[in-house]
């Protein structure tokens, strides 16, 4: 499916003048952007969801970064957070499975480089052989990335209620300090998002609380 968007991204980019109109752009990145989330929702998050079994509780998965702003190429990372109805110690549980087993079918496609993978190589080891595509967000240089339901697994992790995740936008109660003081990059990545599976009022939700 990846390589049929591929293919067919290619052949209609082919017939672009070289300066195309603005909008040619924009349908384009749209459609990426469509078929991305329709790849990631509609199967990829259905088989995690048949070997898993059915959630604890309400959820929606939520993407963020360049899929949210409709900027997405066929070999953008993934950056998403998941929205929880009731964030308890069993609903948290099965969401982080959910994203083990997510990750590694993501894995699996074969577009994941060795330093995303183990980010103690990053910045020490080149990986030539590993094609890029898609792939997790990861951790990248100090203060991006790590745009995943499991965080940075310091500051921040991006798996709770819409109450709860709105929180970044503004300030951590535990400190007083604003969260961009932390995480520069965070709060804006956090006001841009998009719907790409389960409860769609989850993020309306979401949308509300950021206000």
Known sequence: ???????????????????????????????????????????????????LGKPPCQWAMMGLGSLAREETTPYSDLEFGILLSKETEETKAYFEKFTYL????????????????VPNLSGRFFDSETPRGLAFDGEGTQGKGCKTPFGNGETFTLLHTPDNMAKYIGKDEENGKWWYEKEPHLPMEMLNFTWIAGNPHLVEEYQKAIK
Do not use: C
Request: glycine letters at 4%.
């Open 102 to 117: 997510l990750h590694l079918k993501v894995v699996n496609l074969g577009e994941t480089i060795l330093p995303t993978l």
């Open 1 to 51: 499916k990846i390589q049929t968007l591929r293919d067919d991204i290619s052949s209609k980019i082919t017939t672009f003048s070289e300066e195309p109109e603005p909008s040619q752009v924009q349908d384009i990145q749209k459609e990426i952007a469509e078929k991305i989330k329709g790849f990631v929702g509609e199967s990829l998050v259905v088989q995690v969801i048949t070997a």
